[in-house]
């Protein structure tokens, strides 16, 4: 039958369609292109031109896309589904080079356009992240698994800002002022935010860990972003701005 949909709920369902550009040559291709397949040609002729001028109007751009290679990506959707034990070559971030891990993949997940994957790892006794653009070389072990029933992702990037773990989450306030401040107040940036002004500028309290995802983002805002607390994450932020400056001493000099 022929659904009878408002030109609201076809703009949406093209901007899913184009969210999910990034499933191309994954295991979800097939299925997903097959779904939209149907929910299109029921339209009828009448909608399918307006789903063409929609095409014309509505887009979706993102900047910094993760760079995951899909065959890892196939490779540990389909081990998260089957529930296989798999080990690969892992570069960590801060490591000189990669390093075997055996792990059981519970989830996969998109965070700021780029994948991770959420998984226990035995030898470290508890679920640790891996950003996938660092896998290499995906095997499965033979082992098999269940995820854990109380797995939940929410519960453990609770106190996270974007992905990076940060500790126990704590009270932190950053004061915007000038342009920074009226973009930070148009976009949710955590669940637990709350915005207030002074007379400087625009106040964002939020509870959070204090992780590495979090100092790049305030820095990212340059002197328009003002840590008032915790005193420690002010303090790492003055070095870190000094060591900025350092890095361009001189610049503009003749």
């Known amino acids: 039958p022929v659904m009878k949909v408002s030109q609201g709920e076809v703009a949406a369902l093209l901007l899913a369609q184009k969210s999910l550009e990034q499933f191309r040559g994954t295991t979800f291709e097939r299925p997903l292109a097959a779904a939209f397949r149907k929910l299109s040609s029921s339209l009828g002729g009448e909608m399918e031109v307006a789903w063409h001028d929609l095409e014309q109007a509505l887009s979706v751009r993102r900047s910094g896309t993760g760079l995951a290679d899909m065959e890892i990506f196939d490779a540990l959707a389909k081990a998260v589904m089957d529930g296989a034990e798999v080990q690969f070559a892992y570069h960590k971030l801060a490591g000189d080079k990669s390093e075997l891990r055996t792990v059981q993949p519970y989830h996969l997940g998109c965070i700021e356009d780029q994948w991770y994957l959420f998984a226990h790892d035995a030898s470290r006794g508890a679920v640790r992240t891996f950003a996938l653009p660092r896998v290499r070389d995906v095997e499965r072990t033979g082992v098999k698994f269940r995820r854990p029933k109380n797995f939940s992702l929410a ?26 401040g009226r973009l ?4 949710v940036w955590h669940a637990s935010q709350k915005i207030s002004a002074d007379r400087r500028g625009l106040i964002l309290e939020m509870n959070v860990g204090l992780s590495p995802d979090l100092r790049q983002w305030i820095l990212g805002w340059g002197e328009e972003a003002e840590v008032l607390e915790p005193s420690d994450l002010r303090a790492d932020l003055a070095a870190a701005a000094k060591a900025v400056a350092r890095v361009y001493r001189g610049v503009g000099k003749d």
């Open 155 to 180: 519960k453990i990037l609770e106190g996270s800002f974007a992905v990076f773990e940060g500790g126990k989450a704590r009270k932190v306030r950053i004061r915007f002022t000038g342009v920074a």
């Open 184 to 187: 930070v107040g148009e976009r």
